[in-house]
């Protein structure tokens, strides 16, 4: 297959959390022999390390982009006349609440905010539309309906820093970085109280600092709030869990349901379709209006669950974003027809 010629990916955006994760992804892809450059020459160039996603970065990167045959904006906002072509990756589930979450927002800065109608107003823009999953799939196709031939699923990139080895000493991990949106102080109190009336005596291991949460919870005697902690420091807590605690309900993507199913770790999570999807096998799903259903989904924790790090592969990943020579994998094109949901690559 002959490469697209200069393709210009702008790593603009937030330095922690998913966004962070994505970019460490891409450095290391990009670093490796796997990323043969194109059959002309030329390679990949990333604009926008260490750069705030602002209206003037906005209007920059279009002048640095220039005539690129291929733009890749991982950080939701599409390149708006840079490019022959456009790709845009959603990844904020937040841009496109459906109404019935719409109060979340009050719990957001204004400078947030904000950002929701240029975020759907550039999807106009954007030739290829690549969301993690299928529900968020789902909620761009609600408020920009337009896009729908456009939008294909792509499960994110996870790759494991080694085997699973349990540790001696059991503890569940709860990788939840505190945010307005999360409601992570219920939730780990009902974990604990759940695994207190499970009578198992197991440690919660959360990347929270102890001043996030109240303070009888921070002093709860199970439980151990290391603070945040970056994504290649956290390996060894993932390759050593006894099991996974992942509550939130309102992500794009949900990167430790796929951190878990890679690792083969056992994650208990809300039931949904998109926890299905995205932890497949590691899934343990409870009802969290349900406390004996959280009870009853600690049973799965002394079941093996099987690794599956080829769901989410980097170099099948980033060679169909961004259109290198490859086998068996196709070049991120909209599809010829489209039903009412999006595309599953």
Not at 29 to 52: C, E, K, M, N
Not at 166 to 186: C, E, Q, S
Not at 287 to 315: I, K, M
């Amino acid at each position: 297959m002959t490469g697209p010629g200069p393709v210009v990916v702008d790593s603009a955006g937030g330095a922690t959390g998913g966004a962070a994760r994505w970019r460490a992804e891409l450095d290391t892809f990009l670093d490796s022999a796997t990323s043969t450059p194109y059959s002309d020459g030329s390679s990949v160039r990333v604009i926008g390390q260490r750069q705030q996603l602002t209206p003037g970065w906005l209007v920059r990167r279009e002048r640095l982009a220039g005539r690129a045959t291929l733009v890749v904006a991982p950080n939701n906002v599409s390149f708006a006349v840079a490019g022959a072509s456009r790709t845009v990756l959603l990844r904020n589930a937040l841009h496109f609440l459906y109404p019935a979450e719409a109060h979340l927002l009050s719990r957001m800065p204004r400078a947030f905010r904000v950002q929701i109608p240029v975020v759907r107003r550039l999807l106009s823009r954007a030739d290829l539309v690549v969301v993690p999953c299928a529900a968020m799939g789902d909620r761009v196709v609600r408020y920009v309906p337009g896009v729908r031939d456009r939008i294909v699923v792509r499960p994110h990139p996870v790759t494991p820093v080694g085997p699973r080895i349990p540790g001696a000493d059991p503890f569940i991990l709860v990788p939840v970085v505190p945010g307005p949106y999360k409601n992570l102080t219920p939730q780990l109190a009902a974990l604990l109280a759940a695994l207190d009336r499970a009578g198992r005596r197991l440690r919660v291991t959360v990347t929270a600092r102890p001043a996030d949460l109240p303070a009888p919870l921070a002093g709860h005697p199970m439980l151990d709030p290391i603070g945040i902690v970056a994504h290649h420091e956290l390996g060894r807590l993932w390759r050593t869990a006894t099991g996974v605690f992942y509550p939130s309900i309102l992500e794009a993507f949900g990167y430790p349901l796929a951190e878990a199913r890679a690792y083969g770790v056992p994650v208990l999570s809300p039931a949904s379709e998109q926890s299905r999807e995205v932890a497949g096998g590691a899934l343990l799903p409870y009802r969290p209006e349900e406390p004996d259903s959280l009870v009853a989904a600690l049973d799965g924790l002394d079941q093996p669950v099987t690794a599956d790090p080829a769901a989410f592969d980097r170099n099948d990943y980033f060679r169909w974003l961004l259109r290198l020579p490859t086998a068996g994998i196709p070049a991120p094109t909209a599809p010829a027809e489209a039903d009412s949901a999006p595309t599953r690559d």
